[in-house]
């Protein structure tokens, strides 16, 4: 049964947190290097293949006609309306025993998110949207951040580009140029809470290449709601699952940021 994205909000952010609470209770029981290693530097364990099993077993409760894209168990049924699932997007600061780590579900309809949640469990943090409703943290209406920010002023997150040996020297010019531009630039580890941050105003700029559709489903529709600017190093609205080049901040640092992204990276990025 197909059900309205306001009217599933809540159960999905009940499923977040019951996972989430799951996932604290396996927290720093694993041994320094633990979890298995799916490719270069991704890594797995048995606590992001079980959150996995849990989300999908409660979302197909809730939207029985919706598909299925985990991150770990990959694509499910029809994909023209469906869940996209990060069971645990930093999963290396997870089995590292640090708590920058979170829960990330969307529900996408044609490739267009409808719903939103990024859940933090160290901190029962919930970020969440249902397109044209607005964005809401720990419930409550967040508030604008001026489009007038100069990236002088801003914060900036991003990744390193461990998926991405070819955009490595692209990745370390850019950072050096942007370094000395704004106010400082972090990497805490979890692309979905980043952008969710910067959607909060927490962050006030982002780049990164080659982020997966489960990395970055949910904050898309967050930063969307919160009038972010969203593209690729083109200055083209960002596509999910096709650029590899995401750029993200409010207007005016967006302004700032782009061309000097742009000019570090392959321009078919």
Known sequence: MTQAPDILLDAVIALARDTGRYQLGQFRCVPPGGGEQKSARELVSRVDIESERQLIKGLKALDQGAGIFGEESGREGDQRRCWVIDPIDGTTNYLSGLDQFSISIALLDEGMPLLGVVYRPASDEVFSA???QGLFH???RASPIPDDLRLKDALLGTGFPYRSPDRATAFFGCAEDVLYRCRG???LGSAALDLSYLACGYLQGFWETD??????AAAL???DEAGMCV???RGA?????EDR???AAPPGVHKELLPIVARHYPAGD
């Open 130 to 132: 249902v397109r044209g």
């Open 138 to 140: 720990n419930g409550c």
């Open 185 to 187: 630039i972090r990497r």
């Open 211 to 216: 982020l997966q559709p489960y990395d970055v």
């Open 221 to 223: 529709l967050l930063l």
């Open 231 to 233: 593209t690729n190093g």
């Open 237 to 241: 609205p960002y596509r999910i699952g």
């Open 245 to 247: 080049l995401l750029i």
